[in-house]
């Protein structure tokens, strides 16, 4: 079943905008569990695709405009239509080999030994390489213990206070999930992308988690950890990087606009 999908990001501003410089990670690509029939991007400016960062297609922006103009709202729009193709395991042959997703860390992804600990207090049986059941067994217990409860975390809060916390959203869960797999020695990526519900709008904005269960063949699984369960085709990908920071759809710079306000709008329906 495609799904079509409108994505707008609007920035408002108490004063003219002068100068702004985006990235953007609003492109999904087609593979193993998904077909995109088509897509583009609207912005005020022409948008440039940029070589290729971490396996995702990455596009960017650059926009000028005299005081005199008086703009005080910047728009991008990413639309189109994709075919979840309803699979979660899959080969990645892309560039970046699954150790480089095991070894290191990233400041909301962390691993930390009380995390470590308690996952493997929590579930004794775990391998040191992953299968389905103990990658379904962990974000089960980690959907468990980081309660889904909107409002209470931001961007840019670590896999370790959402831990503590016991609480947060989508990207919580996920961070938690990668820094606890770490711990334990597995490769695990953060995942950014859409998810369909006619009864959860507020997760069309979604994250999950890959993990490898073979490094030598780069066989990978993707796991909800929202709802505890392996991909299926409610699942649109568009980027996948070592924490949410690495693939955040739009982040950039800017200069003047002074305060500044942020609307995220997205729609999916199914065609």
């Not at 490094?215 to 699984?221: A, D, G, N, P, Q």
Request: net charge negative; aromatic share 8%.
């Amino acid at each position: 079943m495609p799904l079509s999908i409108v994505h707008t990001t609007r920035y408002r501003y108490t004063e003219p905008l002068l100068h702004s410089v985006q990235t953007l990670h609003l492109w999904p690509e087609s593979g193993p569990l998904q077909a995109v029939r088509h897509w583009q991007i609207v912005a005020p400016v022409a948008v440039h695709e940029h070589p290729l960062t971490q396996g995702n297609r990455t596009h960017g922006l650059s926009f000028t405009a005299p005081a005199s103009a008086g703009v005080r709202e910047l728009s991008i729009t990413a639309r189109g239509e994709v075919e979840p193709l309803g699979g979660h395991r899959f080969d990645d042959t892309g560039p970046l080999p699954p150790a480089f997703f095991r070894g290191a860390s990233t400041p909301l992804a962390e691993p930390h030994p009380r995390m470590t600990a308690w996952a493997r207090a929590r579930l004794p049986d775990l391998p040191a390489v992953p299968d389905e059941a103990a990658a379904l067994a962990l974000a089960t217990a980690v959907a468990d213990r980081v309660r889904y409860r909107p409002g209470n975390t931001q961007v840019d809060t670590t896999a370790l206070e959402a831990f503590d916390w016991e609480l947060g959203v989508c990207q919580d869960q996920a961070h938690v999930m990668a820094a606890i797999g770490r711990g334990l020695g597995w490769a695990v990526r953060y995942v950014s992308g859409y998810f369909f519900a006619q009864d959860e709008p507020e997760l069309a904005s979604h994250a999950w988690v890959d993990v490898c269960l073979d490094e030598s063949r780069h066989h990978w699984m993707s796991v909800d950890v929202t709802h505890r369960a392996p991909t299926d085709r409610r699942h649109v990908r568009l980027a996948s990087a070592r924490d949410y920071a690495g693939c955040l759809p739009v982040k950039g710079l800017r200069r003047g606009g002074g305060e500044e306000s942020l609307d995220v709008q997205i729609r999916i329906q199914a065609v």
